[in-house]
């Protein structure tokens, strides 16, 4: 099994900017498929944001297009997912997740097969 462990959250002013990541063990991570995925408290889970295996691949939320990057360095088994220009919102906890299965479903999150923790982020006003 992996083991995901994710930092860097935190509180942010609006229009600030936030770096999250997220370290895994136990596997390489270039077998999976790698997404942050957030809950608000109350709400479902929403996709963010996926990176294919090889890094080449990548998909956003609509609503965070443009303003976030998800990365991967396979050779450090990590995971990154650079916010900028943050909006003010519910606070979120935000959860690194992998994917055993194909490209296509990515945006689903009871498709992820291993979470981390999560790391919790809150962007005021």
């Known amino acids: 099994q992996v083991q995901l462990v994710e930092s860097g959250g935190g509180l942010v002013q609006a229009g600030g900017s936030l770096r999250l990541s997220c370290a895994a063990s136990?596997?390489?991570?270039?077998?999976?498929?790698a997404g942050w995925i957030r809950r608000a408290p109350g709400k479902e889970r929403e996709f963010v944001a996926a990176?294919?295996?090889?890094?080449?691949?990548?998909d956003y939320a609509d609503s965070v297009e443009g303003r976030f990057t998800i990365s991967r360095d396979n050779a450090e088994n990590a995971v990154y997912l650079q916010m900028n220009s943050l909006k003010p919102e519910a606070p979120a906890v935000y959860y690194c997740?992998?994917?055993?299965?194909?490209?296509?479903?990515?945006?689903?999150?009871?498709?992820?097969?291993?979470w981390g923790q999560g790391t919790q982020v809150t962007v005021s006003s």
């Open positions: 997740a992998l994917h055993t299965g194909i490209w296509s479903r990515h945006t689903n999150p009871s498709t992820y097969a291993y």
């Open positions: 990176i294919g295996r090889d890094g080449a691949s990548t």
């Open positions: 136990g596997r390489t991570l270039i077998r999976y498929i």
